[in-house]
Nanobody, 117 residues
């Protein structure tokens, strides 16, 4: 069973930084494609950083500001967010997609990020 537990969200001023964490298992990190999504109130969920065979896809809106990494010793995926903007506000979710599946089918509970202007 895939378990994903996000943490690290909070309130930050524009221009600031946050690092989100997604705790999972070694098996998940090794056998699933991982991704970060966000959803702002009244908006559709958006994939911001998605692991693919050819590397990590970053949404244009976050490219150059957000970076993913992982610590295999801690079985944790990170989303480093810099130069945050008010439009980055939303609920951020960690997700996993099994190799061969088209969609991300496993989701964490989310962590709220609020960027004040």
């Amino acid at each position: 069973q895939v378990q994903l537990v996000e943490s690290g969200g909070g309130l930050v001023q524009a221009g600031g930084s946050l690092r989100l964490s997604c705790a999972t298992s070694a098996y998940t990190l090794s056998n699933y494609f991982m991704g970060w999504f966000r959803q702002a109130p009244g908006k559709e969920r958006e994939g911001v950083a998605l692991e693919r065979l050819d590397g990590t896809y970053y949404a244009d809106s976050v490219k150059g500001r957000f970076t993913t990494s992982q610590d295999n010793a801690k079985n944790t995926l990170y989303l480093e967010m810099n130069s945050l903007k008010p439009e980055d506000t939303g609920m951020y979710y960690c997700a996993a997609r099994r190799l061969g599946d088209a969609d991300f089918n496993y989701w964490g509970q989310g962590t709220q990020v609020t960027v004040s202007s």
